[in-house]
């Protein structure tokens, strides 16, 4: 058995939380490697439906071991209300789930700091607000809090009142707002201390320790290539790695002892927030897919912009992240589509791009290329066998499939566990969950 990454190949909100809860049983350990709690994973299971921000979805299976890595960033009132809520649904976590000692705290001033400088601005990102940018910076600043430092009463104190009085020097002096008061977030910080602290651990010698003994793990992400900091539309990105290399550097396991990389994109495409969007759908048709796809953020409720599976972005997700396979979700909401546009390529002042830009201001001029594909009109929803998908389904995957150049093997036809089909024979599936 492979230990595997599941990535996002579009603009995050593919369906990962759902795939990740198929998968894990098939795993030891499911790892969580970036991100913060901006990110929500929704999984449905016989008619419930569960909501999770920073736990990995893996948490779902009562003999499951789920691991938040060091490439996280927490928010421990977040934190503190997930567990809640598994509480309350009657899911076991004591002894199940770790949080890494080196994992960055989100603090309040990440928040203010992050509210503040998005206002400022006159072409928005569309941050969620939630200090995750912000705590990245700190991190990479050198001056973060951990959440190791939670067991250190005294440190934690010195470090946050230090915090604290530069974030205010430019609260004030930049944005002309109001001072925060450093001993409040310490004594709240510190009161939830004792519930988190049980739970940490240094993941990354647990994970190495693990995998040596035999165990495979699950890495999951948040967001999506296209968010990637490195590697997406820059700088309407997240601020964290979402590529599968993030899976080394948010968890501490070395890239030998990861075996391959599983893909997932909606059948069509989505994006939350600002920047470039080549084959969104400003019409009826757009607010149809969102409509029936329910597009609505699981972490904010924002509507998600819509539009045509655009074959250029994937392609370029399985180049950076080398995919051995792809899932394609939400197949079922294109059911009542008379035609649907595949884009194929890119057009840039009447020359067709060989390449996806890295540039913005050319990614915000391209014309799409359009290949049209009638659409099957019948429903796919809770379609569980390949053979039982209409013709015209499996002839629109089949060319996904050569317009991204690999193999799809698990295709959802719906929110819940079971309404999947997975393609066992997959050569490259079998590969990964021999």
């Not at 310490?186 to 602290?197: K, N």
Request: charged share 25%; proline share 5%.
């Amino acid at each position: 058995m492979a230990n595997v990454v599941i990535v996002g190949s579009q603009w995050g909100d593919e369906g990962k939380g759902k795939i990740v809860d198929l998968i894990t049983e098939r795993f030891d350990i499911v790892a969580r490697y970036q991100g913060g709690h901006n990110a929500g994973h929704t999984v449905g299971i016989e008619g419930k439906k569960y909501v999770l921000h920073l736990i990995p979805s893996g948490i779902l299976h009562a003999d499951k071991i789920c691991v938040i890595g060091n490439g996280v960033v927490i928010d421990p009132v977040a934190l503190i209300e997930e567990l809640e809520m598994l509480k309350a649904a009657g899911i076991e976590v004591e002894g199940r789930l770790f949080i890494s000692n080196r994992a960055h705290l989100i603090m309040p001033y990440h928040r203010a700091v992050e509210a503040a400088e998005e206002g400022r601005l006159k072409e928005k990102i569309g941050t969620t607000s939630r200090g995750i940018g912000p705590c990245y910076e700190d991190k990479m600043a050198r001056r973060g809090v951990r959440v190791g430092d939670l067991l250190y009463p005294e440190l934690f104190r010195e470090k946050v009142r230090a915090n604290t009085e530069f974030k205010n020097r430019a609260l004030c002096a930049l944005y002309g707002g109001e001072p925060l008061e450093a001993d409040q977030m310490v004594s709240e910080y510190l009161d939830l201390a004792p519930r988190i602290i049980p739970f940490v651990t240094d993941s990354a010698e647990y994970l190495n320790q693990a995998v040596r003994s035999g165990k495979t793990v699950l890495f999951e992400g948040a967001q999506g290539t296209l968010l990637d900091v490195d590697h997406g539309t820059y700088p309407f990105v997240t601020s964290s790695s979402a590529t599968a290399g993030g899976a080394c550097t948010g968890t501490g396991v070395g890239p030998s002892l990861i075996h391959g990389v599983i893909g997932i994109a909606k059948a069509y495409t989505t994006r939350v927030g600002g920047g470039p969007f080549p084959t969104e759908l400003n019409d009826e048709i757009g607010e149809k897919i969102r409509r029936i796809g329910a597009e609505y953020g699981a972490s904010t409720g924002r509507p998600r912009r819509c539009g045509w599976f655009d074959a250029v972005v994937v392609r370029y997700a399985s180049l950076i992240n080398d995919l051995q396979t792809l899932v394609i979700t939400k197949l079922d909401v294109l059911d009542q589509l008379e035609e649907i546009q595949v884009c194929v390529g890119y057009e840039y002042e009447r020359k067709p791009l060989h390449f996806f830009p890295t540039d913005i201001s050319v990614l915000s001029r391209v014309k799409p290329i359009y290949e049209s594909h009638p659409g099957w009109q019948a429903d796919t929803s809770h379609t569980r066998r390949y053979d039982d998908l209409p013709e015209r389904a499996k002839n629109y995957l089949d060319r996904l499939s050569q317009l991204i150049e690999t193999d799809i093997s698990i295709i959802s036809t719906g929110p819940n566990r079971s309404e999947t089909i997975i393609l066992e024979e997959s050569p490259r599936l079998q590969k990964l969950f021999a």
